[in-house]
């Protein structure tokens, strides 16, 4: 059985959902913590970060799905699938950092705490900048037969 190379986009698009879930695990966010104060934090499963956490489930889904159908191919492993997913992916990353810049129940002192509190954050939003390098790479590739 041959197997077509997997390719620069897909390669990028595989780093980019290693990147996503484990950024999705870890802390996104944290207030309180100075003595006294008991902190309270949160990960990008919750809220509308939950959405960033399937996009880079389902990246990483279909990169396998043209090995795991066999020599068939298939239909959703094309570039506008990839960009369906990266469009919700950043939907749901800047509606999470709107919906935590302004929800009442957490107290940040200063504005860029929102986005200084947790590193999970940071890798989320560098797995979605390499998924979006991957689009790129996928519709500047010639079409797949």
Known sequence: MHRRPLGR????????????????????????????????????????????????????????LPYAAGD???????????????????IGFAWRIVELGLSDAFQFAEPADVLTRGPGIWVAGLGLLVLSRAVIEMAAEPARR
């Open 72 to 90: 068939r191919p298939v239909g959703l492993d094309r570039w506008p699938t990839f960009g369906i997913l990266l469009a919700a992916g950043w």
């Open 9 to 64: 986009g897909r390669t990028l698009a595989a780093i980019a959902g290693i990147l996503i879930v484990p950024g999705c695990v870890l802390q996104w966010w944290q207030v309180g913590g100075t003595p006294g104060v008991t902190p309270l934090s949160g990960n990008g499963l919750a809220g509308s970060g939950i959405v960033v956490f399937l996009a880079g489930i389902a990246a990483l889904a279909l990169v396998a």
